[in-house]
């Protein structure tokens, strides 16, 4: 899996993490545990005292990412009506570590792939989530520039590209042997998506919003987390989450609380999410998440079950 962009090239430890700590921000000491709790595409995450997370760039693309993701969140704090990231420590370059990253009071709840959802539960979390991207979409161009943000570094609606790359992952989907696709209808689905012209507007967009990202505590959805792609763009690039983790039949709800959504947008939107969860899945396997794998391969499910030879 050499080359995928979920591999680290910054290596981080514990010690490097305490020293970092303890250097710039004396207020958290004694630091009595430091735990790993994850490593997303970008970041290496760390509980520190049970009680704040630390997020530590991984990748060297990911250090501008963090400092934009700074910016943009505390100006987000009154905007919002779900729980996000409110970065407190702002942790500088220095001998340890030569990046910027941050810290902020954790969010309780459990991942989107890891709650034991049930249908009931994903459609409780629907209003509340519809609410949050009204929201954070009612925000145009003009004022997401004023708040720090600049369009995403990682477009996703540059749709040859992003064509490009999901060829050459369900290849290796297909060789791996984590699921049978019946290629015929994924090319169906890749001549559709090339044929979608989407409109120009832009607006403040998540920018990587799926299960993952999805924070739920006793079934309820509890804030959305990991704002490092946060930036400008085509809103289809959140709605892909109502496609890939929501059922079908109540989709009428979401846009009855949302608002419209043009057909063009609502399309690359499902196009997106089959993107997102056929990605999912070649991850999830290479970081030995069986739960996320399972979910990968419901979000297809959810998109065109057909797209899945005997699943």
């Avoid at 009154?78 to 990046?99: A, F, M, R």
């Avoid at 991850?283 to 998109?303: C, S, T």
Wanted: proline share 4%.
């Amino acid at each position: 899996m050499s080359g995928e962009r979920w591999h680290a090239d910054i290596q981080i430890t514990e010690e490097l993490v305490k020293n970092c700590l303890q250097d710039q921000f004396p207020s958290l000491t004694p630091i009595e545990k430091i735990e790993c709790i994850g490593e997303g595409w970008d970041n290496k995450v760390f509980l520190v005292n049970k009680k704040i997370i630390f997020r530590f760039p991984r990748r060297k693309i990911a250090v501008e990412l963090i400092e934009r993701e700074n910016k943009v969140l505390k100006n987000l704090q009154s905007i919002l009506s779900i729980e996000i990231p409110n970065p407190k420590y702002i942790g500088q370059p220095t001998s340890h570590y030569s990046y910027s990253f941050h810290g902020y009071k954790m969010i309780k709840g459990t991942s989107g792939c890891h709650a034991q959802l049930n249908d009931q539960d994903r459609i409780t979390s629907l209003a509340p989530l519809s609410i949050f991207l009204k929201q954070l979409h009612s925000i145009n161009e003009n004022q997401a520039l004023a708040m720090g943000a600049k369009p995403q570094v990682y477009d996703r609606t540059e749709v040859n590209k992003v064509v490009e790359t999901l060829n050459e992952r369900v290849e290796k989907i297909v060789t791996r042997k984590l699921c049978s696709i019946n290629k015929d209808y994924f090319k169906d689905e890749m001549r559709i998506a090339q044929t979608i012209e989407l409109p120009s507007e832009k607006c403040l967009v998540h920018g990587d919003l799926y299960c993952r990202h999805l924070m739920f505590n006793k079934g309820q959805l509890t804030g959305i987390i990991d704002w490092g792609d946060v930036g400008i763009n085509n809103r289809s690039v959140d709605l892909s989450v109502i496609w890939s983790f929501y059922p079908n039949s109540c989709h009428k709800k979401f846009l009855e609380t949302y608002g419209p959504v043009d057909p063009a947008t609502w399309q690359y939107a499902r196009f997106l999410g089959l993107y997102s969860a056929l990605t999912m899945m070649i991850y999830a396997n290479d970081i030995g998440d069986p739960l996320l794998v399972k979910e990968a391969i419901d979000a297809i499910k959810r998109i065109r079950r057909e797209l899945l030879f005997d699943e």
